[in-house]
């Protein structure tokens, strides 16, 4: 009789034991006994570059509880591309807002952890395309394009002109020797300087440019892309000539190149198109040729780097046809002399159009 009473007890206890929720393991289900929580993320899609933008953040659980705590945003450029963290939030009562300052068009989202009574949870994305702050430029569908492409310069932090001449670095001047300088050039590295500047890209959106100029005319130079900076005239590309490397035909930077990239430039110790050993004037560091693929040079061998573009005047903007154009008139107010049906990217150090050699001689680009 003891012993039945006994085992009734132990199996009893045993059945208590595994009835028990206090001792019920549900590390490997947690999430069921908790809330369905809900993060959203809201704000405008479109803002303009350099502009900034407020995003709302609303995390509550689904009984329109307020739930507090930080979350995580998250940012990726293309849908392909993977998610990578950008900051956390902090969320009170349900809602946060912060602002942000996007260069490029990204898609944000939110990571909401899990709480003690409530569930994760991951807002769907939300995309904020990213707008050009001036007009892009449109090239008629015709229109010939560069034959060498070259990538976009850097889109500067700063949303001015911000002007810098300064000497050589050496890094800069070690890339020009034996491309854009050699020995018996008229001018040397301490006669030379190096501009680098804002600028308005063909795509609408602000770039960082440089040029080298003779240091006599740094000035004059800001006060030119000053002006057509001001005015929103947009610029394809502003490398160095050095870039394209060296040419044989000119004994110098490849100008070609350069041409056929549309870089706007300035300093290059070489010859003249089509007539080897007499120095352009380029070679002083006097001259500067603006968005040469849409403004050919006129040589005796024919239109440099396209004939096509010679004869269109449209988009406006891009192509200088005649003394009124604001290009024109802003480097003509600097100080600069421009040679017209001639040459229609170059603009030189002299309001007639031509420049002493530093032997006394005269020539032309």
């Not at 609303?58 to 998610?83: D, F, I, M, Y």
């Not at 050039?185 to 804002?198: A, D, F, H, W, Y």
């Not at 795509?203 to 006060?223: C, F, L, M, P």
């Not at 100080?335 to 002299?350: T, V």
Request: charged share 30%.
């Amino acid at each position: 009789m003891r012993i039945t009473i006994c085992l009734a007890a132990i199996v009893g206890v045993t059945s208590t034991l595994v009835a028990s929720p206090a001792h019920a393991d549900h590390r490997n289900e947690p999430d069921r006994r908790k809330r369905v929580a809900i993060v959203t993320l809201k704000g405008p899609s479109k803002v303009r570059d350099e502009h900034r933008v407020r995003l709302r953040v609303r995390w509550r659980t689904r009984s329109g509880e307020a739930l507090s705590g930080r979350v995580v945003l998250q940012r990726r450029r293309g849908p392909a591309k993977r998610w990578h963290r950008l900051r956390s939030i902090r969320v009170r009562n349900g809602s946060a807002s912060f602002r942000l300052r996007p260069r490029k068009s990204w898609g944000y989202r939110i990571v909401a952890p899990g709480g003690p009574t409530w569930r994760r949870d991951v807002s769907p994305p939300h995309r904020v395309k990213n707008k050009p702050r001036i007009r892009p430029v449109r090239l008629p569908r015709k229109a010939p394009r560069p034959r060498i492409k070259l990538r976009p310069q850097k889109r500067p932090k700063l949303d001015r002109f911000h002007p810098r001449i300064m000497r050589l670095p050496t890094k800069v001047w070690r890339s020009m020797v034996g491309r854009s300088w050699h020995r018996g050039c008229p001018v040397g590295r301490k006669r030379l300087r190096l501009i680098r500047m804002n600028y308005w890209g063909y795509d609408g959106y602000r770039h960082r440019g440089e040029i080298v100029v003779n240091q006599s005319i740094a000035r004059k130079t800001v006060r030119a892309f000053r002006a057509i900076y001001r005015g929103k005239y947009p610029i394809r590309r502003m490398y160095r000539v050095d870039r394209f490397g060296w040419s044989k035909k000119l004994h110098g930077a490849n100008d070609f190149k350069s041409m056929r990239a549309g870089n706007t430039s300035a300093f290059n110790c070489r010859s003249i198109v089509g007539r080897p050993g007499d120095l352009s004037p380029h070679a002083l560091g006097r001259s500067v040729d603006i968005n040469t693929w849409e403004n050919p040079y006129h040589s005796a061998r024919g239109y440099a780097p396209n004939r096509w573009w010679n004869f269109r005047s449209r988009p406006h903007r891009i192509t200088y046809r005649s003394g009124g154009h604001p290009v024109v008139r802003a480097m003509r107010n600097a100080g600069f002399g421009w040679l017209g049906s001639a040459d229609w990217q170059h603009f030189q150090i002299d309001t007639s159009g031509r420049a002493h050699r530093h032997d006394g001689g005269i020539f032309w680009d």
